[in-house]
């Protein structure tokens, strides 16, 4: 509704009333002359044809009766003198004259209690659903009851004086005119607590014809992408080198962050220690686990099963290959024979597995190739018992020397060779004739499913009992809770050991350091990597120097983005970490010139989040977007943001503490009834790491008991989700419920677009400048919506727009200064 003809006039008269009234000294009827009236039928223009006036009604009267056009009763006021003080709950600032505050609140108060239970009688004796309370300053609208809902639970709009009407005049005449109220009903809108009709939602990039553009590597990119892919990934069985000068213990992460206190660690669960599994302290030579497998072949003990746990990415199948394969103990060297099973290209079928399992099995234990070797080595050392058995039954009465002996032993020796098991148990005796004992090792099994890993398990249980050997398998910890529940690891649960995941800085330093070193060595670059002129690879080795340096600074945005956001998963880290690496937003040129550089947050979070593309898509990238809508029906942009801050309030922030999920439940659908929204977020923060499970679970489902903030979490919520880079990136991507501000951030984007082919880099950062602060202005607007809608008890600067708008006017200014020295440089 716009602003009517008599506005000044309203205006004026209003703001005369004000001034008049410094003393609050007026009786009930001197009130309603005075001011009610005035208020009702000069200002809101209800016309008194349809207001009736000190209408009887048992036990008592109703000062004020609006009516609807058939007679009906629409609102009741009841009215006390202007010397009855309403006691409210203090207000959060000064300017407000407006707010929401649950009635159970309001009726602390004797005063209001007394009187919102009088109206409450009018009402319930002539089924009138709305009433108001005022004494001509203060005025409550409240609904005076709702099916399913308890009277104390509903929200009452509560107008806190006069100044209101001035200060506020659009928002009361919308609300309370005559006009609002009987052709608009407003009063069910403001004053029910159903859930609010279905709202439209926009996509931006729906309308963004080039949102798909590919931005081409960096110049770099062609000759880094062999090391990145080989030094920035998965350690090969075959460079032990490598692995000795970069793999990262629990000792190193001590010893470089044993003065951080804000990082939150990948520890052991509460689930997990319920269950008796140990935190593996390495120290270098395995720890407990170490301790363990080496004890057992030192005693003789047969047939035990160890399981590694570890979240994803966590390095479990690095820790296994640095122990038992690239540098073991030198006693389990001189006593083990030892066969890595790597399941991770293996196809999820039983039968597959199986094969694969004691295939290799034997491939590794045959150490001595006494399989391919002579017929009467082989029989002598592996099948002599089973040899003399056919002696005396197959091959009986047959000369040695005839043709029919020798293919009826060409025939058994076949049989026996492919039968895994009998071959197994005969290398495995072999080896303890040699004074070895043997080790299995399943590996990477957390790449299947539930069920399948169980039968990974079942076949580690059956080779350590059938071979009489030590079985280790590693497992993920959301895979064990999984298994748990069907009861296959019941007896095994004090035989489990944890890793926690490496800081991942700290691998990135010893990567680099090594990788430096390659490059810097023209036999050994050129051996791996192939020709390549000098000042190619100055060049890769000062770009590597100036990341080397980034990392060692904890401060550095590129430092705190990775560790944050690939909490436990070092797999992620470097896969976002190559990402960067070759990205063509990585102006590698102008860091080489430079010869340093001191990263800017912009400068991290576009290679890493948009590495390849021009937009942003959420669908594309790991970096997941905080403010996205994820329920078509009844969403909130703050919905991640508020459990962040719940579950960070009143934390430990080295070890945050884990809340039961049924609570914050509860509290999101009694308070803003965003269930099916709530789940959606908790699953995306659960998949992303930013929040764990208790039991390591990465998904929502009913088995996710409880939940805690990890470091990730802790990062978004303090600096990521106010950060101008990460606002600009994903407002294109996010669906929001203004048509007209969908429409802007497209024009905004095709303009840039545009700006970015012309290559116009000044005009193109006030674009992009003007498009956050459209998106972050639509944000504020939508928060202050909610505040009112859900009486949400805080002040204006706890809001998560506000943060986000102090933050950006301070990087508006600084992102326009370093533009503008730009072009001037640029010219």
Known sequence: MKFDDNYDDNYDAMNALIQSLEERTKNEAETRHKIIDFVLHD??????????????????????????????????????????YFELPIPHCDSETSCYIPIKKLVTDPIIKSVMQQVRTYCFDTGCEYACITNGHEWVFFKTFEKGKRWEQLNAFVVRGLEFFIHEYTKSINNFSFIAITENSSLPNILSTANPKDRPIFYPKEKILTYSHPIKANRLATTLRPIANHYFGVISDDDTDFMNKCYVSQRDYRNTFNDIHSLIQDSLTPYFEEYGVQQLDDTGKGGQLGGRITKNIKKGRAGEVLVLFGGKGSGKSTFIKRLLHHTPPKWLCDHSIISIIDLLKVPENEQVIRNNIWKTLIDNLDKDNILNNERDILIDLLFKERFLIAEKQLLSGLSKSSEAYNLNLNQLVREWKQDYLYCAKQLVFYWSLKGKGTIVVVDNTDQYSSEMQDFCFTSAQEISKELGCISLISMREERFYDSKIHGVLDAFQNSGFHISSPNPAEVFKKRLDYTVSLLGDKERRELILGHMTEELANDCQTYLNILNSAFSNLNSPLTKFLSACAHGDTRLSLDLFRSFLLSGYTNVDEMISVGKWEFQIHQVLKPVMIPTRYFYDEKLSDIPNIYQLRSNRHSSHFTALRILRYLSKGSDKTSPSFHAVLELKTYFAETFNMVEDFEKNIDTLLKHGILESNNRLDLYTVDVDSVKITNYGLYILQELSHCYTYLDMICTDVGVYDQGVSNYLTESSRKEYSQFNRNERFERVKTRLDRAENFINYLKEEELREKNIYSLDMPDSEMFSSRVSEDFSIEKSRVIRSAKRQKIKNN
């Not at 209800?46 to 009887?56: A, C, T």
């Open 43 to 84: 200002f809101l223009s209800w016309p008194k044809n349809r207001v009736i006036v000190e209408e009887y009604i048992n036990p008592g009267f109703a000062d004020y009766i609006l009516k609807k056009s058939n007679g009906d009763d629409l609102l009741f006021i009841e009215a006390k003198k202007e010397g009855i």
